[in-house]
């Protein structure tokens, strides 16, 4: 029963082709992000999608296409994949408004999808 | 833009030490501060800060935030191995029903037996 789920957890491809990364939450939350976590472990935010409409588009490449179907899926798809698209991907989800007097954390995250361009 | 900046970038103690981590912040419309763990996956959640002056605990961890000077110290007291990971400080911001949680680049904490 995870809660956000991302598949493949390794991609491994060369550059120049094009790929997607499939995200999945149960959790009935409303918003989707994606972040991108480098090799020196900065995690920085990509999208935010709240119910199906993209609302943070963080200056990425055009080349990164994010698709939301409906609430609970928010998909990622790389064009001309690139040497510094390597990195590893966390989708993550939260309920808006947040709680802030929540013990919990406001993000639920995946577990990563590891990209290895070569 | 928003800038959340961590130090040290890494830290190398034995175990027992005392660690202190800092993290400063500049945000438009700040809602709270949290601290993440990060060992090998995603990271994993620590604390939540939303008022000054008031210190969250959890065992040997605890944090602390002042709003006026606009950062946030995380404490490790009694070091285990097990601590060893990347510290993630994160500010939570919104416009609206917009959240954006904006990261620091993290402290790298080993522990050494």
């Known amino acids: 029963d995870t809660a956000v789920s991302q598949t493949p957890k390794y991609l491994v491809t060369q550059m120049g082709n094009d790929k997607s990364i499939k995200c999945e939450q149960n959790?009935?939350?409303?918003?989707m992000y994606w972040y991108k976590q480098d090799s020196k472990k900065f995690l920085k935010i990509m999208f935010s999608?709240?119910?199906?409409?993209?609302?943070i588009n963080e200056t990425v490449p055009n080349r990164f296409s994010p698709k939301s179907p409906d609430k609970a899926h928010l998909n990622l798809h790389i064009n001309s994949l690139e040497l510094g698209d390597s990195a590893v991907y966390f989708c993550?989800?939260?309920?808006?408004?947040?709680?802030?007097?929540?013990?919990?954390?406001?993000?639920?995250f995946g577990n990563g999808t590891r990209l290895t361009v070569t | 833009e928003d800038k959340v900046v961590q130090s040290p970038l890494s830290l190398v103690v034995h175990e027992g030490d005392t660690v202190t981590l800092n993290c400063s912040y500049e945000?438009?419309?700040?809602?709270?501060l949290l601290w993440y763990k990060q060992e090998k996956k995603a990271p994993t959640f620590l604390f939540m800060l939303?008022?000054?002056?008031i210190e969250k605990k959890s065992g040997r961890l605890s944090s602390i935030l002042d709003k006026k000077e606009l950062f946030s110290i995380l404490n490790i007291t009694a070091t285990q191995t097990g601590d060893s990971a990347v510290y993630l400080c994160?500010?939570?911001?919104?416009?609206?029903?917009?959240?954006?949680?904006?990261f620091g680049k993290g402290t790298l904490l080993t522990v050494n037996p």
């Open positions: 993550a989800s939260s309920q808006v408004p947040i709680d802030l007097s929540s013990y919990n954390s406001p993000l639920h």
């Open positions: 959790l009935g939350h409303d918003t």
């Open positions: 999608y709240n119910n199906k409409e993209l609302i």
């Open positions: 945000v438009t419309n700040f809602r709270s």
């Open positions: 939303t008022s000054s002056g």
């Open positions: 994160a500010v939570l911001d919104s416009g609206g029903s917009n959240y954006k949680l904006t």
